[in-house]
């Protein structure tokens, strides 16, 4: 199971509390996860990723195993921990402002 963490408007929206855990079959990437999380979580939809590209949104940004993995390729993959459940991967909404 690949446990990921959501801000907490993103857990609001969802109506999770908490970690979730996801099923992911295959490799264990950034897509593979967000699919995931998005077919399960279908209100999540172009919440975290832009819907017609795909990318990420501009203030959310991914972590693992203490990594800011935002730029990394969305099929490279995961680091191992967060493959084997012991690591989760985060999403988190970044700050702005002054």
Same mark, same amino acid.
């Given at each position: ?6 801000? /907490?408007?993103? #857990?609001?929206? /969802?109506?999770?509390? %908490?970690? !979730?855990?996801?099923?992911? +079959? %295959?490799? !264990?990437?950034? #897509?593979?996860?967000?699919? +995931?999380? *998005? *077919?399960?979580?279908?209100?999540? #939809? %172009?919440?975290? =990723?832009? =819907?017609? =590209? %795909? =990318? $990420?949104? /501009?203030?959310? $940004?991914?972590?693992?195993?203490? *990594? ?13 921990? !967060? /493959? +084997? ?10 700050? +702005?402002?002054?």
């Amino acid at each position: 199971m690949i446990r990921v963490t959501l801000p /907490a408007h993103l #857990r609001t929206l /969802a109506q999770v509390d %908490g970690e !979730v855990q996801l099923q992911v +079959a %295959g490799q !264990v990437t950034q #897509r593979a996860v967000l699919d +995931a999380l *998005e *077919e399960r979580y279908p209100m999540l #939809r %172009g919440t975290i =990723r832009d =819907r017609a =590209r %795909g =990318r $990420r949104r /501009a203030f959310i $940004r991914f972590f693992a195993c203490e *990594e800011d993995l935002s730029n990394e390729q969305p099929d490279a993959p995961l680091p191992e921990a !967060v /493959a +084997a459940g012991s690591e989760p991967f985060m999403v988190v909404g970044a700050m +702005a402002g002054g």
